[in-house]
């Protein structure tokens, strides 16, 4: 009998366990698709409680955030077995490292940045500046002051060239038999005419075309 109450609760512990790996890895991908250069290590999540019967859930997915920093919450919605859905909020907590750009000169205002003006550093995730450059934000731009040599360059040193910068809300444009399908985007890094451009839609799911126009790109 206590053979049998020991893999009961091994079970027991290994559906909930499943149920929080899975909104781990929701997490991760949004991490992932927010920040391409992060390096996650570990994820946990923090809840008072879990609810009754939380290893007979099915995960359906994660609410949309900004999912920027290194900690924080996040509503996790599930569906019970009576086929009633059920949202769980968790705090979490993220240990990560990211690529940031660290300048290896002086640069001077109006300055265009290039590939000799900076080098690429790994930087724990929770100290990074919440507007820290990446290398998907080199298109285009120039310093809009002088620039000290060790300096982690971030967004508002700079001002761009570029038509559709990161976090612009764009049109994507599928194209389907003649038929143009419209959908609304945000985009996840500057881009010029022609150049190619990651997005993100509303339900999170990350896609990349090209810059046709002000604020619209082909989706491919």
Do not use: C
């Not at 310093?143 to 060239?161: D, Q, V």
């Amino acid at each position: 009998m206590r053979k049998i109450s020991f893999l009961f609760l091994a079970l027991w512990q290994f559906l909930e366990a499943g149920n929080l790996e899975r909104v781990k890895d929701a997490l991760a991908k949004e991490y992932q698709n927010n920040f391409p250069q992060i390096i996650i290590k570990q994820i946990d999540l923090k809840i008072t409680s879990l609810p009754k019967e939380f290893e007979n859930f099915e995960f359906l997915r994660i609410a949309n955030g900004k999912f920027n920093k290194a900690q924080g919450f996040v509503r996790a919605e599930f569906k019970t077995h009576q086929n009633i859905s059920k949202n769980v909020f968790f705090r979490y907590f993220i240990r990560a490292n990211l690529e940031v750009l660290r300048s290896t000169r002086a640069i001077k205002r109006g300055d265009r940045l290039g590939a000799l003006d900076y080098r690429i550093v790994l930087m724990d995730f929770d100290k990074v500046p919440s507007n820290a450059l990446s290398i998907d934000d080199l298109n285009n731009i120039l310093a809009k002051n002088n620039i000290n040599k060790n300096t982690i360059l971030r967004e508002n040193m700079f001002k761009t060239t570029a038509i559709i910068k990161r976090g612009d809300l764009v049109v994507g444009v599928l194209r389907d038999s003649g038929v143009d399908v419209l959908i609304e985007l945000v985009s996840l890094q500057s881009a010029n005419l022609s150049e190619r451009i990651r997005l993100k839609s509303k339900e999170g799911k990350v896609m990349q075309g090209t810059v046709i126009g002000k604020n619209r790109v082909l989706l491919q």
